[in-house]
């Protein structure tokens, strides 16, 4: 999700809580429609797979303090009437006109950027302005100073997907991942220059990355050309990197899944993605996790269920069922006329949760109707339909008398 998009978009509104609300409102809010919208309890329905989306990209920002505060800044700004879209110098809402805008399109500071969410869009973001934030670039315009922040960028954020069993979905498990992505240059140790030679600060930016441009009355920060918003100017080159201080590297990494991992998740493991440039910080890794069906067991929320057959005779008396759970077996009991469709619960037995209590094995019971059996099995249940009352179908039999 762009930046831009957040301008179009009522966050508190998705999540039913007011602008003033605490992150624990937040965070409440949020669970209560993730639980009532997840596609788990609402298969098939469409509206409330979007809502779902919407609750997640929703709280994605305002679970986040610096995404919020950037959020509550750019929508005052803009909901303000600060700018004006297609706004030019001198005409009706220019900066000379009766509008108060400022002589420029909005749409020219977002052209061409397409950030992605999350902290992937943060960095996208700042590096497009040459390592500024967006609060930074409009300080900077209503300041009419530079208001750029000096140092190396940031890495970018590196996105993979992995496939798992049910069971290490459940129980957690640390996985090998095997990236191909840029690394820190190994000869010029990232600064981009032939060994033996060092970086000169650029001449015209003096080391910010940064330069003004002037726009009417006002003025706002962009990347310098002459060391592309870098600071520094390599004169002598890596002969590995070429300057640029980084090459395609592979590398392993042990990733820990947390234990009750669900299909779809996404998972953030900070500092692991890209090198930053020059030494900047690195990006974060981002892990979708896909899994596989179990043969025996399903999810629903928190707990697992599991559906075991019995006969009719185990119904009818009752018996002590073993069955299998993720690690281990339970013995459960089955009451004298269990009816089939019944859920017998095993405690303690589902997935972990996040404030580390566990969820329930719901198993269901089945009974089963043999297709065949054998002359003696039939006479013993002639003999017991012969001394069984008749099953209840007086609301039934009113109902044909009344059609017939």
């Not at 030019?88 to 061409?112: C, I, K, Q, T």
């Not at 967006?134 to 190396?152: A, E, K, N, T, V």
């Not at 013995?331 to 580390?356: E, H, M, N, Q, W």
Request: proline share 6%; glycine share 16%.
């Amino acid at each position: 999700m762009s930046s831009k998009d957040w301008l179009e978009k009522d966050f508190y509104s998705v999540l039913g809580v007011p602008k003033s609300a605490s992150q624990d409102d937040v965070k409440k809010s949020y669970r209560k429609l993730a639980r009532e919208l997840h596609p788990d309890h609402n298969p098939g329905n469409s509206e409330a797979e979007e809502r779902f989306k919407s609750v997640s990209e929703a709280y994605d920002v305002l679970s986040d303090e610096r995404k919020r505060k950037e959020y509550d800044e750019m929508r005052a700004l803009f909901g303000s009437g600060a700018f004006r879209r297609n706004a030019r110098a001198g005409g009706p809402g220019g900066a000379g006109g009766p509008g108060g805008a400022f002589p420029f399109d909005v749409s020219d500071l977002f052209g061409g950027v397409n950030t992605g969410g999350g902290a992937a869009g943060q960095a996208a973001g700042d590096r497009r302005f040459g390592g500024a934030g967006f609060s930074d670039l409009f300080g900077s315009i209503f300041s009419g100073g530079g208001g750029g922040r000096q140092g190396p960028n940031r890495g970018r954020d590196v996105e993979t997907e992995v496939t798992i069993d049910f069971a290490a979905a459940v129980q957690g498990t640390t996985l090998p991942i095997t990236l191909r992505a840029p690394g820190v240059c190994d000869v010029c140790h990232g600064n981009g220059a032939k060994p033996g030679t060092q970086p000169r600060t650029c001449p015209t930016c003096r080391g910010s990355g940064l330069v003004q441009r002037n726009q009417g009355s006002f003025s706002f920060s962009e990347p310098c050309k002459e060391c592309q918003g870098v600071g520094t100017i390599v004169d002598d080159k890596c002969p590995e990197c070429r300057g640029t201080g980084g090459v395609t590297k592979t590398r392993t990494l042990n990733v820990r899944l947390p234990a009750g991992v669900a299909d779809g998740q996404r998972i953030r493991l900070s500092g692991r993605g890209e090198p930053g440039d020059r030494g900047g910080s690195p990006g974060d890794l981002y892990v979708v996790v896909k899994v596989r069906r179990d043969d025996l067991f399903t999810r629903s929320g928190d707990n697992l269920t599991l559906t075991v057959p019995i006969t009719f005779a185990e119904a009818v008396l009752g018996t002590d069922l073993r069955v299998p759970t993720m690690d281990g077996v339970v013995t459960l009991r089955v009451p004298p006329g269990t009816p089939s469709g019944r859920v017998l619960r095993a405690r303690g037995k589902g997935v972990p949760k996040r404030d580390g209590e566990t969820g329930d094995l719901l198993v269901t019971l089945e009974v089963q109707v043999p297709k065949e059996v054998s002359p003696e099995a039939r006479e013993a249940l002639q003999s017991f339909a012969d001394s069984t009352p008749a099953a209840s179908r007086e609301h039934l039999e009113a109902r044909v008398r009344k059609a017939g």
